[in-house]
């Protein structure tokens, strides 16, 4: 270790094919990588040849934390798991999906940053890790369980506090919309069914150890009070959503919903959120309920509390109580998750008696995470439910079902928005059943091409919200402009990234934001207002280049990218500004590596590349621009008729985008005619190595 | 606006609440009142001066006016608003101008409360904003109430530029056509009740 802090020290590999364990030396072999989804591309990219399929033995999933994880560094709780990725159509490419929880912490207690799983077991097992001992158990006694009962199952191996991932039924029958879960509702998608590929169950945690913090600690004690002041609700929105007397601003449109008479009203005892100044650091798990944010004020009475990751004071999972759902649909009262986890059932319906405020839509809401967190299934950022409901009315799913299947189904009930109907669905997805069930389980470009249905019709349509290679866009140009479009197209799947939303949608007035974005991104022109777009500006792709990274960046030390970064703050003293450079105070003191907030995003331009090298390798061809940096029709059309960049209107200009790629390439050192990265971007990150087995290939730019 | 003022603050002779002087009693009562989200009028501080008449404290009328104003020049976080002909008076302590003067509008009845709402809005975040806002804390309006201000609006000369827009799932959002462009409003109304929804 030589000295660091934040890291565990080792990297511990299973492979299930030979039974064999052995660990490595972080810092040796990963460093210049950080953690998270940097160890996960660096894996891929030396372990794993193109070609090769998701569900091959030779594939690897990496589980890995960052230096952060485990610290009290706040919103340091996730894991990022890099694997090729079953729903990337029409080839698997690397992708990286993201759970919270006390996974992270977890493992990084038990003495690891992360954990290489590769090969195939024979038969059905589980991987134990209590500290220094690992085992690969039989798990034939837990498969076909749900997750939750293989959780439980496990704990009562290992002790109540140790932490599960597990797969359920989904993921076990090799079915590509699945996730794999910790902590009841902590999930990470498209990742259920390469574990079912292994036979590997779950993965059972126990760790006693602790982190150490190579900086002074009473420095770092200041760092995380810091930072902590800079918080603000779930998604950094800084300002609230009704006026509150601390408050210079409202939006009631952020998810910072707590208020003086606002209650949690199915605790035990009912308690009242207050008013939660942003000076009370004691109160900021009281600032958001996202389960009244996104199901309305009706939510307010059945929350029981907030609940979430690990060093993270912003439980974003609202537990919810709702006895009803126990007598009409036999299931348990209390569920919790948060976002599309929590809209998972409700979201299959077209509409909802009472609308998707009302009771029925809370319902729907307890069924379907009632069985979405057991069967483990995947959502898909929501496009499994746009696509389902398309299908249903555009009469496809009448067309390809035999008629006896389509005859299975309560169709009436489903169109009167009946929450049971999910009792007859989810089930079937999870077990393959059927077609629709096969189908619906394949993600979005399979299910195009098992039905002959054309992408570009999916592409057209911008209610569906579809993007490309079978995934959805992820806060593209529909809601950020230029900026997130770029962004949007750098993934292999939903970019998931929240560096630049968060930062549009944190409440504050449209001049305040361009203040703050002049200081960051060199020009108030960076940020347009929601619906009043502007052409592209250099300083738009500084934004992107920025908001690309960071992710990279927190997904690699663990910082959740869905509560950071921490450009904007609620804090009217301070103009509102928040600090990106909290990043590297909080890495510095924790690793004692002494990197600065300049140096750390060059780490990320790194990762990043390594992952842009892996897509060109996987694809065959440097031919980026135009084979994977594509753009869906419905970008360009949403307001036939009327010019882009006029007020109301949110579709994009052709021309302009050209433009707008040409900046963002450049800024990213990158070949403007392919949209690939050159020679000399890969030297300056230290990519030399990777730059040559891509020139063998031809597959950097002359 | 009405409520009990509680006297706290360091005691002396023996425990007792005790205020040494008019000035310190006033400036108290508006602080307290702001840690609770309230205002304070001029005529409320008048009252509870009258009714404590303890040597130090023992003013009234004209001898009150010239004492906030002395207060408010020398006490950096007190500050005065005018609404319906009244004083008030607030801390910046614990509240800020904006919700002060929204506090304000409140007390001018639920017609001009909302129309200033929806043109603040309008004009300061370039948004249209739910009706069902206008229930919430420090509104608090009943839902029958925006709506018979609406119907009120929509009869008065004065409130032209105060529309309505209804979302696909049935959401009322209000805006100003003075500051809003209505198609720009239309869109937005839908991304916030609806897009954001689904783009979470």
Same mark, same amino acid.
């Given at each position: 270790?030589?000295?660091?802090?934040?890291?565990?020290?080792?990297?511990?590999?299973?492979?299930? !094919?030979?039974?064999?364990?052995?660990?490595?030396? +972080?810092?040796?072999?990963?460093?210049?990588?950080?953690?998270?989804?940097?160890?996960?591309?660096?894996?891929?990219?030396?372990?794993?040849?193109?070609?090769?399929?998701?569900?091959?033995?030779?594939?690897?999933?990496?589980?890995?934390?960052?230096?952060?994880?485990? +610290?009290?560094?706040?919103?340091?709780?996730?894991?990022?798991?890099?694997?090729?990725?079953? +729903?990337?159509?029409?080839?698997?490419?690397?992708?990286?999906?993201?759970?919270?929880?006390?996974?992270?912490?977890?493992?990084?207690?038990?003495?690891?940053?992360?954990? *290489?799983?590769?090969?195939?077991?024979?038969?059905?097992?589980?991987?134990?890790?209590?500290?220094?001992?690992?085992?690969?158990?039989?798990?034939?006694?837990?498969?076909?369980?749900?997750?939750?009962?293989?959780?439980?199952?496990?704990?009562?191996?290992?002790?109540?506090?140790?932490?599960?991932?597990?797969?359920?039924?989904?993921?076990?029958?090799?079915?590509?919309?699945?996730?794999?879960?910790?902590?009841?509702?902590?999930?990470?998608?498209?990742?259920?069914?390469?574990?079912?590929?292994?036979?590997?169950?779950?993965?059972?945690?126990?760790?006693?150890?602790? *982190?150490?913090?190579?900086?002074?600690?009473?420095?770092?004690?200041?760092?995380?009070?810091?930072?902590?002041?800079?918080?603000?609700?779930?998604?950094?929105?800084?300002?609230?959503?009704?006026?509150?007397?601390?408050?210079?601003?409202?939006?009631?449109?952020?998810?910072?919903?707590?208020?003086?008479? $606002?209650?949690?009203?199915?605790?035990?005892?009912?308690?009242?959120?207050?008013?939660?100044?942003?000076?009370?650091?004691?109160?900021?798990?009281?600032?958001?309920?996202?389960?009244?944010?996104?199901?309305?004020?009706?939510?307010?009475? !059945?929350?029981?509390?907030?609940?979430?990751?690990?060093?993270?004071?912003?439980?974003?999972?609202?537990?919810?109580?709702?006895?009803?759902?126990?007598?009409?649909?036999?299931?348990?009262?209390?569920?919790?998750?948060?976002?599309?986890?929590?809209?998972?059932?409700?979201?299959?319906?077209?509409?909802?008696?009472?609308?998707?405020?009302?009771?029925?839509?809370?319902?729907?809401?307890?069924?379907?995470?009632?069985?979405?967190?057991?069967?483990?299934?995947?959502?898909?950022?929501?496009?499994?439910?746009?696509?389902?409901?398309?299908?249903?009315?555009?009469?496809?799913?009448?067309?390809?079902?035999?008629?006896?299947?389509?005859?299975?189904?309560?169709? !009436?009930?489903?169109?009167?928005?009946?929450?049971?109907?999910?009792?007859?669905?989810?089930?079937? *997805?999870?077990?393959?059943?059927?077609?629709?069930?096969?189908?619906?389980?394949?993600?979005?470009?399979?299910?195009?091409? $098992?039905?002959?249905?054309?992408?570009?019709?999916?592409?057209?349509?911008?209610?569906?919200?579809?993007?490309?290679?079978?995934?959805?866009?992820?806060?593209?140009?529909?809601?950020?402009?230029?900026?997130?479009?770029?962004?949007?197209?750098?993934?292999?799947?939903?970019?998931?990234?929240?560096?630049?939303?968060?930062?549009?949608?944190?409440?504050?007035?449209?001049?305040?934001?361009?203040?703050?974005?002049?200081?960051?991104?060199?020009?108030?022109?960076?940020?347009?207002?929601?619906?009043?777009?502007?052409?592209?500006?250099?300083?738009?792709? =500084?934004?992107?280049?920025?908001?690309?990274?960071?992710?990279?960046?927190?997904? !690699?030390?663990?910082?959740?990218?869905?509560?950071?970064?921490?450009?904007?703050?609620?804090?009217?003293?301070?103009? %509102?500004?928040?600090?990106?450079?909290?990043?590297?105070?909080?890495? =510095?003191?924790?690793?004692?590596?002494?990197?600065?907030?300049?140096?750390?995003?060059?780490? /990320?331009?790194?990762?990043?590349?390594?992952?842009?090298?892996?897509?060109?390798?996987?694809?065959?061809?440097?031919?980026?621009?135009?084979?994977?940096?594509? *753009?869906?029709?419905?970008?360009?059309?949403?307001?036939?008729?009327?010019?882009?960049?006029?007020?109301?209107?949110?579709?994009?200009?052709?021309?302009?985008?050209?433009?707008?790629?040409?900046?963002? %390439?450049?800024?990213?050192?990158?070949?403007?005619?392919?949209?690939?990265?050159?020679?000399?971007?890969?030297?300056?990150?230290?990519?030399?190595?990777? /730059?040559?087995?891509?020139?063998? $290939?031809?597959?950097?730019?002359? | 606006?009405?409520?009990?003022?509680?006297?706290?603050?360091?005691?002396?002779?023996?425990?007792?609440?005790?205020?040494?002087?008019?000035?310190?009693?006033?400036?108290?009562?508006?602080?307290?009142?702001?840690?609770?989200?309230?205002?304070?009028?001029?005529?409320?501080?008048?009252?509870?001066?009258?009714?404590?008449?303890?040597?130090?404290?023992?003013?009234?009328?004209?001898?009150?006016?010239?004492?906030?104003?002395?207060?408010?020049?020398?006490?950096?976080?007190?500050?005065?608003?005018?609404?319906?002909?009244?004083?008030?008076?607030?801390?910046?302590?614990?509240?800020?101008?904006?919700?002060?003067?929204?506090?304000?509008?409140?007390?001018?009845?639920?017609?001009?409360?909302?129309?200033?709402?929806?043109?603040?809005?309008?004009?300061?975040?370039?948004?249209?904003?739910?009706?069902?806002?206008?229930?919430?804390?420090?509104?608090?309006?009943?839902?029958?109430?925006?709506?018979?201000?609406?119907?009120?609006?929509?009869?008065?000369?004065?409130?032209?530029?105060?529309?309505?827009?209804?979302?696909?799932?049935?959401?009322?959002?209000?805006?100003?056509?003075?500051?809003?462009?209505?198609?720009?409003?239309?869109?937005?109304?839908?991304?916030?009740?609806?897009?954001?929804?689904?783009?979470?």
């Amino acid at each position: 270790m030589r000295g660091y802090g934040g890291w565990a020290g080792k990297v511990l590999r299973v492979d299930l !094919s030979t039974g064999g364990i052995r660990t490595e030396d +972080t810092i040796e072999r990963y460093k210049d990588y950080l953690g998270g989804t940097g160890i996960g591309y660096k894996v891929m990219w030396d372990e794993v040849p193109a070609g090769i399929k998701p569900y091959d033995p030779e594939n690897r999933i990496v589980f890995a934390v960052g230096p952060l994880a485990g +610290t009290s560094a706040p919103c340091s709780g996730r894991t990022a798991i890099t694997t090729l990725w079953p +729903t990337c159509w029409p080839i698997p490419l690397v992708a990286s999906g993201h759970m919270g929880g006390q996974f992270a912490a977890k493992l990084k207690y038990a003495g690891y940053d992360a954990i *290489i799983i590769q090969g195939k077991a024979e038969r059905p097992v589980w991987l134990m890790i209590a500290d220094r001992k690992v085992e690969i158990r039989d798990a034939r006694g837990i498969w076909g369980q749900g997750i939750r009962s293989a959780t439980y199952s496990i704990t009562e191996i290992m002790g109540r506090d140790a932490v599960v991932a597990a797969i359920g039924q989904a993921g076990e029958n090799l079915v590509p919309m699945s996730v794999v879960m910790n902590d009841v509702s902590h999930s990470a998608g498209g990742i259920g069914s390469v574990m079912g590929s292994k036979n590997l169950k779950a993965i059972g945690i126990q760790g006693s150890g602790s *982190i150490r913090i190579a900086g002074n600690k009473e420095e770092w004690e200041k760092v995380i009070n810091y930072h902590l002041s800079l918080l603000g609700g779930n998604n950094q929105h800084v300002v609230p959503n009704s006026p509150q007397p601390w408050a210079e601003f409202y939006d009631p449109n952020t998810r910072w919903n707590a208020s003086r008479g $606002r209650r949690w009203g199915g605790a035990a005892h009912t308690v009242e959120t207050g008013s939660c100044n942003p000076h009370d650091k004691n109160r900021i798990a009281y600032r958001s309920n996202v389960a009244a944010h996104f199901l309305g004020d009706n939510a307010w009475k !059945s929350t029981v509390r907030g609940n979430g990751c690990s060093s993270c004071p912003i439980r974003c999972h609202t537990i919810l109580k709702v006895p009803s759902v126990s007598s009409k649909y036999g299931i348990p009262a209390v569920g919790q998750n948060t976002c599309m986890g929590l809209t998972f059932g409700r979201s299959f319906f077209k509409k909802l008696p009472g609308g998707p405020k009302g009771t029925i839509s809370l319902e729907a809401c307890m069924v379907g995470m009632h069985m979405a967190d057991d069967f483990g299934l995947w959502g898909n950022y929501g496009q499994l439910q746009r696509d389902f409901v398309k299908l249903y009315y555009d009469g496809v799913i009448k067309k390809k079902l035999s008629a006896s299947e389509f005859r299975s189904y309560s169709w !009436s009930a489903y169109e009167k928005g009946d929450p049971a109907f999910l009792f007859e669905l989810l089930p079937r *997805i999870a077990g393959k059943e059927g077609e629709l069930g096969t189908v619906l389980g394949l993600g979005t470009g399979h299910m195009l091409e $098992r039905w002959n249905l054309s992408e570009d019709m999916w592409k057209k349509d911008k209610a569906l919200g579809y993007w490309k290679m079978g995934h959805p866009r992820h806060h593209s140009s529909e809601e950020t402009s230029q900026c997130g479009l770029l962004i949007n197209l750098m993934y292999n799947r939903d970019s998931q990234c929240h560096s630049h939303s968060n930062f549009l949608r944190n409440g504050l007035p449209l001049p305040v934001q361009k203040r703050l974005a002049a200081e960051l991104w060199g020009a108030p022109e960076s940020v347009d207002g929601m619906g009043e777009y502007t052409p592209m500006h250099r300083s738009k792709a =500084r934004m992107a280049k920025w908001a690309l990274l960071r992710k990279e960046l927190h997904d !690699s030390i663990s910082l959740c990218n869905w509560m950071g970064p921490w450009a904007a703050s609620p804090l009217m003293e301070r103009g %509102y500004s928040g600090d990106d450079s909290i990043e590297s105070m909080l890495y =510095r003191l924790a690793t004692g590596d002494n990197k600065n907030r300049e140096e750390l995003d060059a780490v /990320a331009e790194r990762i990043f590349l390594l992952h842009r090298a892996l897509t060109i390798r996987g694809m065959g061809t440097k031919e980026m621009r135009t084979r994977h940096d594509t *753009i869906p029709e419905w970008v360009y059309t949403d307001k036939p008729g009327k010019p882009p960049f006029t007020k109301g209107a949110t579709h994009m200009d052709r021309d302009d985008i050209q433009v707008a790629l040409d900046m963002f %390439y450049e800024e990213l050192g990158w070949d403007k005619a392919t949209g690939a990265p050159t020679r000399g971007t890969y030297r300056k990150s230290g990519l030399e190595s990777v /730059a040559g087995a891509l020139a063998k $290939r031809n597959l950097v730019p002359a | 606006m009405k409520a009990p003022i509680i006297m706290q603050g360091a005691g002396k002779d023996n425990g007792t609440e005790h205020r040494d002087s008019a000035a310190e009693m006033a400036a108290a009562v508006i602080r307290e009142r702001s840690a609770a989200a309230r205002l304070v009028s001029a005529s409320e501080i008048t009252l509870l001066l009258e009714e404590h008449p303890e040597p130090d404290t023992n003013i009234s009328g004209e001898g009150v006016t010239e004492l906030l104003t002395r207060l408010v020049f020398d006490n950096k976080d007190l500050h005065a608003l005018s609404g319906a002909g009244v004083q008030w008076y607030y801390s910046s302590r614990s509240m800020t101008e904006a919700y002060a003067k929204v506090l304000l509008q409140t007390l001018e009845g639920p017609v001009g409360l909302v129309a200033k709402t929806v043109r603040h809005n309008s004009r300061i975040y370039q948004r249209p904003i739910p009706l069902e806002i206008f229930e919430k804390t420090p509104f608090n309006l009943a839902c029958r109430q925006v709506f018979d201000c609406l119907t009120t609006m929509a009869a008065t000369e004065g409130y032209e530029d105060i529309a309505t827009t209804e979302t696909s799932i049935s959401g009322i959002y209000l805006y100003s056509t003075t500051y809003l462009e209505t198609e720009h409003a239309i869109m937005l109304a839908e991304w916030f009740d609806v897009g954001q929804s689904e783009n979470p």
